[in-house]
């Protein structure tokens, strides 16, 4: 009984955990198939960071600031809904200030060697409509 019990809570583990490391490239693969609308100079809240690490990728809230279509400030969002400012600075690949295309940041790094991504899922198209299908009837 203990041993399925065990068994039980590593499968659902190992489950809880690849879901959240999957949870970027389901982003991405929606925004590749979807678009995005055009993200405006302002704070948006709503947005999803993508944290890269060894072991796989985190799923957190935040919101941000986006000024002439580069990100300037990121915030981070707790469980009681409050927000932290993160102060370290942040830059993409090239030392400069993240751009943001088809709704999802350039990969941006900090000193601390913190990569992530900063996804806007308002702003992801919705699915496109599907053709209604029809069954002809069987007596024709």
């Known amino acids: 009984m203990i041993k399925s019990l065990l068994v039980s809570a ?8 690849s879901a959240q490391s999957d ?3 389901r982003l991405e693969d929606a925004f590749t198939k979807r678009g995005a609308y055009t993200i405006g100079d302002d704070m948006h809240s709503g947005i999803i960071i993508s944290y890269f690490e060894k072991d796989g990728v985190t799923c957190v809230s935040g919101k941000t600031r986006v000024e002439n279509g580069q990100i300037v400030s990121i915030f981070i969002q ?3 809904n409050s927000y932290e400012l993160i102060e370290k600075k942040f830059y993409n690949e090239k030392k400069g200030r993240p751009i943001i295309t088809n709704g999802i940041s350039e990969m941006i790094y ?7 991504k900063i996804i806007f899922i308002e702003k992801l198209k919705p699915k496109q409509k599907a053709l209604k299908e029809i069954s002809l009837p069987d007596d024709l």
């Not at 590593?10 to 955990?17: N, P, Q, R, V, Y």
């Open 10 to 17: 590593t499968i659902f583990l190992a489950f809880s955990l």
């Open 23 to 25: 949870c970027y490239k």
């Open 78 to 80: 707790y469980d009681d």
């Open 110 to 116: 900090t000193p601390d060697g913190e990569k992530f």
